[in-house]
Nanobody
Framework: QVQLVESGGGSVQAGGSVRLSCASS????????MTWFRQALGKEREGVNS????????YYADSVRGRFTISQDSDKNTVYLKMNSLKPEDTAMYYC??????????????????????WGRGTQVTVSS
C-alpha cells in the first residue's frame, strides 16, 4: 500500500507562482514513475508533469511546458511541482499519482490515468485574473 498526500495549493494571482508537494509513504509497491494530474471543474483529468523514479526522464503537457517543473527528493520520498507564470486556466484540483507500468509510461501513456495505481486526494489551486 502507498499513501500519497499533496500540499501547497491555494489562491494566487495570475503571473504568480506556487509549489506543490506530494509526500509518499508505505511499502510493498515498486513505484516506477510519479505524475501530477489536474482536473478543472467540468473537465476531464489531464496529465501535467511526470517523472521517472530515477529522475532520468520527464514529460510535460504542452499547456505547461516552460512554466511548470517537476522534481523529486528521493530521500524525502517527495515529488514537487513548481508552477510559474500561472494563468486562470491553470485553476484546478491537482493530484499526484504513482504507477509501475514502465512499458506504458515510456510508450506514450504517461498522461493516461489508467496507468496509475495510487492517487492522492488532491490540493486546490485557484488562479485569479
Amino acid at each position: 500500500q502507498v499513501q500519497l498526500v499533496e500540499s501547497g495549493g491555494g489562491s494566487v494571482q495570475a503571473g504568480g507562482s506556487v509549489r506543490l508537494s506530494c509526500a509518499s509513504s508505505g511499502y510493498g509497491y515498486n513505484r516506477k514513475y510519479m505524475t501530477w494530474f489536474r482536473q478543472a471543474l467540468g473537465k476531464e483529468r489531464e496529465g501535467v508533469n511526470s517523472i521517472s523514479i530515477d529522475g532520468e526522464r520527464t514529460y510535460y503537457a504542452d499547456s505547461v511546458r516552460g512554466r511548470f517543473t517537476i522534481s523529486q527528493d528521493s530521500d524525502k520520498n517527495t515529488v514537487y511541482l513548481k508552477m510559474n507564470s500561472l494563468k486562470p486556466e491553470d485553476t484546478a484540483m491537482y493530484y499526484c499519482a504513482a504507477g509501475q507500468r514502465s512499458w506504458a509510461w515510456y510508450g506514450g501513456g504517461w498522461s493516461s490515468p489508467t496507468n496509475y495505481d495510487y492517487w492522492g486526494r488532491g490540493t486546490q489551486v485557484t488562479v485569479s485574473s
